[in-house]
Antibody, heavy 119, light 110 residues
Framework: QLQLQESGPGLVKPSETLSLTCTVSGGSISIATYYWGWVRQPPGKGLEWIASIYYRGSTYYNPSLKSRVTMSVDTPKNQFSLKLSSLTAADTAVYYC???????????WGQGTLVTVSS | QSALTQPASMSGSPGQSITISCTGTSSDLGSYNLVSWYQQHPGKAPKLMIYEGSKRPSGVSNRFSGSKSGNTASLTISGLQADDEAEYYCCSYAGDSTLLFGGGTNLIVL
């Protein structure tokens, strides 16, 4: 059974850069059928797609976040990562990593990790 | 890109059917038959319920069905059950490998 697990800091200061990693177990990240993505959810609000990556490194970003987002993939470690810069309180959210069946559906999700942006 | 439009809240009684709408534009939802629907219970990760407009993943009850007409997609839940009470989100492919979620609909089973 495929499992995804997010890891990273729970608290980050404004203006700093958030770094999150998603570790995939129970299956390979290097399969042509999938992208690997990040989705976030501010407390009490809806879902927002952040970005997705292909195992060969092609990246796809939400236009509204593109200037602040970088994704990378580490196939030997079966991990992919997210960096979000210039943080503000509006970036406080639960961040989910998920497997995306190309082109447009997420079938496996991590449990989510709450990131709070506060000084 | 603006979020797809969903009703904020809907309610129904056990056994009834309910239809949740999701409206986009001709640039996103209207241009592709790539709408998915997710169910989210409080504190849990979303669960895929419908993909490519009307297809059900293995294990999802046939009480859940999807359709699309023009710039609007719909999720219908028949024979409402208590466990269907949850937040429901639509998501559409929006071109250039980007995705767009709806604002979510809080479904209350009376």
């Amino acid at each position: 059974q495929l499992q995804l697990q997010e890891s990273g800091p729970g608290l980050v200061k404004p203006s700093e850069t958030l770094s999150l990693t998603c570790t995939v177990s129970g299956g390979s990240i290097s399969i042509a059928t999938y992208y690997w993505g990040w989705v976030r959810q501010p407390p009490g609000k809806g879902l927002e797609w952040i970005a997705s990556i292909y195992y060969r490194g092609s990246t796809y970003y939400n236009p509204s976040l593109k200037s602040r987002v970088t994704m990378s993939v580490d196939t030997p470690k079966n991990q992919f990562s997210l960096k979000l810069s210039s943080l503000t309180a509006a970036d406080t959210a639960v961040y989910y990593c998920a497997r995306q069946i190309i082109p447009a559906r997420f079938d496996y999700w991590g449990q989510g990790t709450l990131v709070t942006v506060s000084s | 890109q603006s979020a797809l439009t969903q009703p904020a809240s809907m309610s129904g009684s056990p056994g009834q059917s309910i239809t949740i709408s999701c409206t986009g534009t001709s640039s996103d939802l209207g241009s592709y038959n790539l709408v998915s629907w997710y169910q989210q219970h409080p504190g849990k990760a979303p669960k895929l319920m419908i993909y490519e407009g009307s297809k059900r993943p293995s294990g999802v009850s046939n009480r859940f069905s999807g359709s699309k007409s023009g710039n609007t997609a719909s999720l219908t839940i028949s024979g409402l059950q208590a466990d269907d009470e949850a937040e429901y989100y639509c998501c559409s492919y929006a071109g250039d490998s980007t995705l767009l979620f709806g604002g979510g609909t809080n479904l209350i089973v009376l």
